[in-house]
């Protein structure tokens, strides 16, 4: 899709280069046909944000730009021909823009899509108070949904695609390695998929965490992390490893810890190849899964699980900070204790 069907105004956090927001403001146009324009609420910030403030995505982000892609707010206004929401309507947006005619599209996989945008990489984000996209990407939430909660739908989204791709069935064992906001998000949906839940993180206010949601926990770097699943497995090593830590030794780790036709979800994204153990995969008929981002059903899955008001969402955002404070935001995020950060885009 045209990234012209994008656009936006109000004030706006835009980044602007290697390490800079820089707080803009533009008038907004009236959204076009098919489009919905949004007054943003509130703008979760995550790890691939804090990569493109870092410079690391330029390739794909134009300067300067709004970013942010995990998002809450209420439609402004909507375009000719919109008819699947109304004005006042409480929204997130499912950030992904396929082709629609690519193999990956056309055999059902369009979240993969081989020419996909990205929405708030390749095309501007939600850091701005209004935020005109496309209705296709849309997606309505229950009436009384918190708004703040509601911008966890996004990574929760993320959290259910993983879970869903490893087939974690009720009274499985599931490992996370990794215990930052995606690792945790994994831990909650695993858990409300009925499956034992063990989480190795090294951070002990993150263990904390995990374990007030009723997780085992283990300090990988002073607990024996191997005879721990043995022993909550009878043996067994767990049904299911999640690799979220994303360093190249829990990779190579990550086999070990896996029962016999165990499945291992590689969530963390390791931008050069690493070592994987092989024979470990072979000799335990181990599958290895690939996970990217998201399906619909996906996100109607976090949608229902914020909406239900079951989940720690308070407890999960560490911090709100109005949106010129958004370079605070960011540094806020860096600091390891920090779960979600959010921007409050109208204040
Ligand atoms: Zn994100
Ligand atoms: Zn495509």
Not at 84 to 94: D, E, F, K, R
Not at 225 to 247: H, M, N, P
Not at 250 to 265: C, E, F, I, K, P
Not at 289 to 295: I, P, S, T
Request: net charge negative.
């Amino acid at each position: 899709m045209a990234r012209s069907q994008y656009a936006g105004g109000g004030r706006q956090a835009s980044y602007a280069g290697h390490g800079t927001i820089e707080m803009t403001e533009a008038p907004a146009a009236a959204p076009g046909p098919g489009q919905v324009q949004i007054r943003v609420a509130y703008c979760g910030i995550c790890g691939t944000d804090l990569h493109i403030l870092h410079g690391a995505m330029d390739h794909r982000v134009r300067t300067p730009q709004p970013i942010g892609h995990e998002m809450s707010g209420t439609v402004e206004a909507v375009g000719a021909g919109v008819e699947s929401i109304a004005v006042g309507a409480p929204v997130t947006v499912m950030p992904l823009d396929w082709c629609g005619d690519c193999p990956a599209c056309t055999s059902g996989t369009q979240h993969i899509c081989q020419n996909l945008d990205f929405v708030g990489i390749e095309t501007t984000g939600a850091m701005q108070q209004l935020w005109t996209v496309p209705e296709s990407i849309v997606v309505p939430l229950p009436e009384g949904t918190p708004l703040t909660h509601a911008a966890l739908v996004e990574p929760l989204a993320v959290a259910a695609h993983d879970v869903r791709r490893s087939r974690l069935t009720p009274g499985e064992t599931a490992l996370v390695i990794g215990g930052g906001p995606i690792g945790q998000l994994i831990a909650l949906v695993a858990a409300r998929t009925g499956a034992h839940v063990i989480v190795a993180e090294p951070n002990a206010e993150r263990r904390a965490f995990a374990a007030r949601q009723g997780a085992i926990v283990v300090d990988p770097l002073n607990e024996d992390l191997a005879q721990i699943v043995q022993e909550r497995t009878g043996g067994a090593g767990a049904d299911v490893v999640f690799e979220v830590a994303g360093l190249a030794a829990t990779a190579l780790d990550a086999t070990n810890h896996a029962r016999t036709r165990g499945r291992l979800v590689m969530v963390a994204i390791h931008p050069k190849p690493v070592p994987i153990d092989l024979h470990r995969v072979f000799w335990r008929e181990l599958e290895l899964l690939g996970a990217r981002v998201y399906e619909r059903e996906d996100f109607d899955r976090a949608v229902d699980l914020v909406a239900s008001g079951s989940l720690p969402c308070d407890e999960i955002i560490s911090d709100v900070v109005p949106l010129d404070r958004t370079a605070d935001a960011f540094e806020r995020l860096a600091d390891a204790r920090a779960l979600k950060v959010l921007v409050d885009v109208q204040n």
